[in-house]
């Protein structure tokens, strides 16, 4: 992770005042200021697990509940590794399985397993993202983004491992990787002797009274929920080859989603409790990032924060607890928000309430300078180039060889396509151009200049500041509980520093504008009435934060 794009969750997980105790009304009223008016239109349903259980489902757009209530299932993505791990850990107990085995001996005969120097993926890894294996599968023949997994094969799962080729020692670097966890629910499913639907069935949702909850097929009372993408638009749901659905493939609802939080915290005993607390375990810190067996660790105050979120083409998840404080969050959604930022600081948010609440992502008009610094030709990574230009005050796209489409500006900052579901994040650049990084179909992709014009003038814009100037900016800006920006006037350049993270020079564009290149980072600073800096807001990852200047 870059350095400061890590610290909007170490804020919330860093925070220490008590959590309020939520009903029902009060988690309701959360949800309508983080989502009232968001042009996504999204619904979420959540739920926060303490002494009592509160419950709260809210749609951004009023006309658009669909009968979405507790008992309804929705996907909920990568939430459902966690769950893998739990049936691996089952598995551990009845020696089965072996955390420190290698890879290859739960493998097809024959099968080609990459090493480096003689060093072997284990099991471990595979629970940890430290595989060294990629996100997907090489031979993965995607053939629609509306369910790409859909057709995966047996030969492209295995295959696909002889044509890796690890650059360093498995358990030496994070990497995400769906490819592993894929792996792994095949294995699960082969040593217990069960397809992986069944086995999760026996051993998951029957124990912990998960009634809505499945893989393949709902009961005959189970409402499912439509998926959307984050333009509004309704899609397909996601399917999954039978063995290989630990990678993302439950759907479950928020009833059931409460039971299994309660029993991650330890408040609903079953003959999953040793499976889940194992699961629970720290097994790697790597740069870092610290994983138990699928599960993402942050600090607390009060002890650790497990944590995962979720999405697929149509859906978003996020389960959080604290199982020292007693307290977890679910949030289940009908809307695919990971390009917008998923569900992770209103999961923070209902987890600590000190940690801030983002504000909905409402219609906005994009300034003519943005428009102007934006336009021009644009090489995005894979080799598609794309022209960008203005009409009518909004932003246009036209990839080579493709129709021109229009797009629409949010309140947070970014461009989306009003006709498909994508979304262009501008990045203002050292020199004060501008480029993009690019979302689509779960992909984030870098667009780099590749004609001049806006570029350059905007470059030619770039000021230079004197000492006076410089000493305008440094001090302290708390931007969340536990969280201080630190301004820092050294070497006759300015520099920020967040708690616990690296200093990093910000470059001056224009007065009281800064970017931080390397982190995809824009600070601007306000003034009072009298022109004395008092506050600073960041931009960064769609996402803004303000601090008062202490």
């Known amino acids: 992770m870059h350095p400061m794009l890590s610290f909007l969750m170490v804020a919330g997980a860093m925070a220490g005042a008590t959590a309020p105790v939520l009903d029902d009304a009060g988690l309701h009223a959360v949800l309508e200021q983080r989502l009232s008016g968001d042009r996504t239109g999204a619904c979420f349903a959540a739920a926060v697990i303490d002494k009592t259980v509160s419950r709260a489902v809210f749609c951004a757009d009023s006309t658009k509940s669909d009968g979405i209530d507790a008992s309804t299932a929705f996907e909920i993505g990568s939430v459902t590794k966690t769950m893998t791990a739990a049936l691996a850990a089952s598995l551990i107990a009845e020696e089965k399985l072996a955390l420190d085995a290698p890879l290859a001996e739960y493998l097809p005969q024959g099968t080609e397993v990459p090493d ?104 005959k009372t189970t409402r499912v929920a439509r998926g959307h993408q984050q333009n509004g638009a309704k899609t397909a749901a996601w399917n999954f080859p ?75 998840s996020l389960v959080a607890f604290d199982r020292k404080q007693g307290r977890g969050v679910v949030i289940l959604s009908d809307t695919a928000l990971t390009a917008v930022g998923g569900l992770g600081r209103l999961g923070m948010h209902l987890l600590d309430g000190s940690a801030p609440l983002e504000s909905p992502r409402r219609v906005a008009t994009a300034s003519a300078a943005l428009l102007d610094g934006l336009s021009g030709d644009f090489m995005i990574d894979g080799g598609l180039k794309m022209k960008v230009t203005s009409e009518d005050d909004q932003l246009v796209i036209q990839a080579a060889g493709q129709s021109a489409y229009k797009m629409g500006f949010d309140s947070a900052g970014d461009f989306y396509p009003l006709d498909f579901d994508a979304l262009l994040r501008p990045k203002r650049q050292a020199d004060g151009s501008y480029a993009f990084t690019w979302f689509q179909a779960g992909a984030e992709m870098a667009a780099k200049r590749i004609s001049t014009g806006s570029a350059a003038r905007a470059a030619r814009a770039r000021i230079a500041l004197n000492a006076e100037q410089r000493a305008q900016y440094p001090g302290d800006y708390p931007l969340a509980p536990g969280f201080v920006l630190a301004v820092i006037d050294d070497d006759d350049k300015l520099f920020v520093q967040g708690t616990g993270q690296p200093r990093i020079e910000v470059v001056p564009l224009e007065k009281d504008v800064f970017v931080a290149d390397s982190v995809g980072a824009e600070i601007v600073f306000e003034r009072d009435a009298s022109g004395k800096v008092i506050a600073l807001v960041l931009h960064q990852a769609g996402q803004k934060l303000r601090g008062v200047r202490q």
């Open 116 to 219: 480096f120097e003689g060093q072997p993926i284990r099991i471990r890894h595979l629970m940890t993202h430290t595989s060294g294996l990629p996100a997907l599968p090489s031979r993965l023949a995607i053939t629609s983004m509306d369910d790409p997994y859909a057709k995966v094969t047996e030969t492209q799962l295995y295959g696909s491992l002889a044509d890796v080729r690890l650059s360093e020692a498995p358990g030496m670097r994070f990497a995400y990787s769906n490819y592993a966890v894929m792996l792994l629910s095949d294995i699960v499913a082969r040593q217990s002797g069960k397809p992986f639907d069944e086995l999760i069935t026996e051993r998951l949702f029957r124990p912990l009274d998960m009634q809505n909850s499945f893989v393949r097929k709902p009961a």
């Open 242 to 316: 039978r063995n290989y659905a630990g990678v993302g493939g439950v759907r479950a609802s928020l009833d059931d989603m409460v039971h299994y939080v309660q029993a991650q915290l330890g408040q609903r005993k079953s003959s999953a409790d040793a499976a889940i607390l194992m699961t629970q375990q720290q097994l790697a810190d790597v740069q870092g990032a610290k994983v138990a067996m699928n599960w993402m660790l942050m600090p607390s105050p009060g002890g650790i924060v497990h944590a995962h979120e979720g999405g697929t083409g149509g859906f978003s």
